[in-house]
């Protein structure tokens, strides 16, 4: 199936350990993103990589510090969590100048800090 | 990216066409009319946009008003799997790769 798949679905950790959240996209697609959904539903964007370069970088915490190997690829490793890091995680992936079928999102990854 | 206001829940009989307004008065002329929605626990699903004119796909329709300052998204039959949150998201769609998300309307469809 084409898609993009992230893992791991759940992830429950200690404060204080460090994580990583991987994405794949098999849509040919050249951008990737992550956005993060907190308690409140809302939906913020992270980071963006164009071409496994980053383009947008949303004034997230150095402890957050995406890395992109391929344009096929986004993964997301946090270090020194905190209980503020809860929340979901969506990976996503679009073709710049190609906006006929918008963004497709992942199902997300959702995190626990204890 | 243009500003857009949606009321926060709506209800619909299934069955029945369900009506999401949209309004975006402060829309620019290269900004495109997108709208996602939002299904529990799932991750956001593309459904449809457009510039000034109608659109229509396998999912809805989308009605745009001449002056471009608001919309409508229409489902035609809608069913219980319809239930989600419906945003709104007005973007430039060359250069500005940005999708923001506001609050959106959470749609119940009732059976």
């Known amino acids: 199936d084409t898609a993009v798949s992230q893992t791991p679905k759940y992830l429950v950790t200690q404060m204080g350990n460090d994580k990583s959240i991987k994405c794949e996209q098999n849509l040919g697609h050249d951008t990737m993103y992550w956005y993060k959904q907190d308690s409140k539903k809302f939906l913020k964007i992270m980071f963006s990589y164009n071409n496994k370069e980053l383009i947008i970088n949303e004034t997230v915490p150095n402890r957050f510090s995406p890395k992109s190997p391929d344009k096929a690829h986004l993964n997301l490793h946090i270090n020194s969590l905190e209980l503020g890091d809860s929340a979901v995680y969506f990976c996503?992936?679009?073709?710049?100048?190609?906006?006929?079928?918008?963004?497709?999102f992942g199902s997300g990854t959702r995190l626990t800090v204890v | 990216d243009a500003k857009t206001t949606q009321p926060p829940s709506m209800d619909c009989a299934e069955g029945r066409a369900a009506n999401l307004p949209c309004n975006h008065s402060t829309i620019s002329g290269n900004e495109y009319v997108y709208w996602y929605r939002q299904i529990h626990s799932q991750g956001p699903q593309y459904i449809i946009h457009g510039l000034k004119n109608n659109e229509t796909n396998e999912m809805a329709s989308l009605i745009i008003t001449e002056d471009r300052k608001s919309s409508t998204l229409i489902l035609p039959h809608a069913t219980l799997r319809d239930t989600a949150v419906y945003y709104c998201?007005?973007?430039?769609?060359?250069?500005?790769?940005?999708?923001?998300f506001g609050t959106g309307t959470r749609l119940t469809i009732i059976p």
């Open positions: 998201i007005v973007r430039v769609s060359f250069g500005n790769e940005k999708l923001t």
């Open positions: 996503a992936s679009s073709q710049r100048g190609q906006h006929n079928y918008g963004y497709t």
